[in-house]
């Protein structure tokens, strides 16, 4: 089977640890060539919203509006267990004042932006390229930022405070996983070309389980400033057993928040969920 897929990710060490194997060639993939192509979160949901790739990470907010062209697949999934987005403030904030505060958000099709507005929804935002909150919250520029990616891990650092970690709170409520990104396929490509493509990304993930210090080291350079420590928690956090497949918990988990932010008239439509 020869063609060209075009595999859409974020340049997160996470994404990078998750396809190292098929970007640098170390698993067989027949007659399928993978094009890498790197981008923010939320780029590459305003893309897939077009059917742009056949193959990319998407938030499962931003998966609501495009369900009609893609699939998700069984694999590559970003759960947190008990962690996940934080709201942060540069100085001591309780969360329940958050209502008519403006936050920082990397994006309105993000994840983190939907489970924000499920624990406070009468919250103010504004849109903050993802790599720039940590910095204007502390310039005071925002009275408090939602931070996704590796500044989980470094807003202390900053002198920065935890005002909520969002994935510990739905994990309070629900008992479940916080569901935050996963790949999806494009479902014009063919039940046989579908099948194979989840394999090869399936391989790929478990090369850089089996292999972590070869997989962590490719990912290093993707790491936008975290020690070794700190990627390698990080890469702990977002790629494990719920990213080769999401299991009973983690499809609940996906359900659940979907059909919450449909109850809650945040998504227009109920989301059918069909993985492959």
């Given amino acids: 089977m020869k ?12 994404d990078a640890f998750m396809f190292y194997a098929l970007a640098t060639r170390k698993i067989d993939t027949g007659g399928i060539n993978y094009i890498h192509l790197l981008n923010d979160i939320e780029s590459l ?10 193959v990319s990470a998407i938030s499962f907010h931003a998966y609501a509006y495009m369900a009609d062209k893609y699939a998700l697949m069984s694999c590559g999934a970003s759960m947190g267990r008990n962690y996940g987005p934080i709201v942060i403030s540069n100085k001591p904030m309780n969360a329940k004042s958050l209502a008519g505060k403006i936050v920082a958000i990397p994006g309105e099709l993000t994840t983190a932006y939907l489970t924000l507005r499920l624990f406070e929804p009468e919250v103010k935002v504004e849109v903050v390229p993802f790599d720039r909150i940590l910095e204007e919250v502390q310039k005071g520029k925002y009275e408090a930022g939602l931070l996704i990616h590796e500044g989980q891990l470094t807003y202390r650092e900053m002198g920065l405070h935890k005002v909520v970690d969002l994935g510990e709170w739905w994990q309070e409520r629900t008992a479940l996983p916080l569901p935050l990104g996963g790949n999806v396929i494009r479902r014009d490509l063919g ?9 090869d990304i399936k391989k790929s ?49 996906v359900k659940r928040i979907l059909d ?15 993985f492959v």
Avoid: W
Avoid at 45 to 54: M, T
């Fill in 45 to 54: 949901n305003r893309k897939a919203l077009l059917g742009e790739y056949e």
């Fill in 205 to 253: 993930i478990q090369y850089g389980l089996d292999h972590r210090e070869e997989g962590m080291a490719y990912a290093t350079q993707f790491s936008r400033g975290l020690d070794p420590s700190q990627i390698d928690r990080f890469i702990g956090m977002y790629v494990n057993d719920l990213t080769l497949d999401y299991g009973p918990d983690g499809r609940e988990a």
């Fill in 3 to 14: 063609a060209d897929i075009h595999v859409a990710h974020s340049p997160d060490s996470d």
């Fill in 260 to 274: 919450e932010a449909y109850e809650k008239k945040i998504i227009p439509k109920k989301v059918p969920l069909e």
């Fill in 191 to 199: 039940p046989e070309l579908i099948a194979q493509v989840c394999i």
